[in-house]
């Protein structure tokens, strides 16, 4: 098996643990965010939008696994809490940040603040780095990495933001909505 097939297959599995042929069911479709947001909220999670207390404009959003609560910064945000029209960018942020709180769910004490890489499972952290390089390109993780390095992340964080930067970008709505409802409800 290749190593792009492998690391497919094992992100296909963590990421939906479902046997079930993954074109019936990729969707990123904005109905396929709306339906995200929803699986989101019946997990307990609140989901809140342009919150001032951390919509600053310096991020575009937030999972605030003490809290349980998923922030999204609209880029054409005007007010506080107000839904505006959703960009593509909010429409990433919203599949990066729900990735966060299923990497909260997978650590088992969700709400703990303890978050783990999905594709770690296996015991091997080398797969979450070939998921990032396959999904965003070498380019963009040496970015990502400078990034969060620059702020003295850990190893470990810095694997959990790798995956999810990967997801936001390789990894349709639908199976992360599929991802919610395995892990955390």
């Given at each position: 098996?290749s190593l792009t097939t492998?690391?497919?297959?094992?992100?296909?599995?963590?990421?939906?643990?479902?046997?079930?042929?993954?074109?019936?069911?990729?969707?990123?479709?904005?109905?396929?965010?709306?339906?995200?947001?929803?699986?989101?909220r019946r997990s307990g999670?609140?989901?809140?939008?342009?919150?001032?207390?951390?919509?600053?404009?310096?991020?575009?959003?937030?999972?605030?696994?003490?809290?349980?609560?998923?922030?999204?910064?609209?880029?054409?945000?005007?007010?506080?809490?107000?839904?505006?029209?959703?960009?593509?960018?909010?429409?990433?942020?919203?599949?990066?940040?729900?990735?966060?709180?299923?990497?909260?769910?997978?650590?088992?004490?969700?709400?703990?603040?303890?978050?783990?890489?999905?594709?770690?499972?296996?015991?091997?952290?080398?797969?979450?780095?070939?998921?990032?390089?396959?999904?965003?390109g070498e380019s963009k993780?040496?970015?990502?990495?400078?990034?969060?390095?620059?702020?003295?992340?850990?190893?470990?964080?810095?694997?959990?933001?790798?995956?999810?930067?990967?997801?936001?970008?390789?990894?349709?709505?639908?199976?992360?909505?599929?991802?919610?409802?395995?892990?955390?409800?």
């Open positions: 098996m492998r690391m497919a297959t094992s992100a296909l599995v963590a990421l939906t643990a479902l046997a079930i042929p993954v074109a019936a069911f990729a969707d990123n479709s904005f109905q396929a965010h709306e339906q995200l947001l929803r699986t989101v999670t609140k989901v809140y939008l342009n919150h001032p207390a951390v919509c600053d404009g310096k991020i575009d959003g937030a999972y605030i696994s003490g809290k349980r609560a998923l922030v999204i910064c609209q880029d054409k945000s005007t007010e506080p809490h107000k839904q505006v029209e959703w960009t593509a960018n909010d429409l990433d942020t919203l599949r990066h940040e729900v990735h966060h709180m299923v990497q909260d769910c997978a650590a088992f004490r969700p709400g703990d603040q303890t978050l783990r890489p999905i594709l770690t499972i296996s015991g091997n952290e080398r797969d979450v780095v070939d998921f990032a390089l396959m999904a965003l993780v040496r970015s990502i990495v400078q990034r969060y390095a620059s702020k003295g992340v850990s190893r470990r964080e810095m694997l959990i933001e790798l995956e999810a930067w990967g997801t936001a970008k390789a990894i349709p709505a639908s199976l992360i909505t599929q991802s919610v409802e395995h892990f955390c409800m």
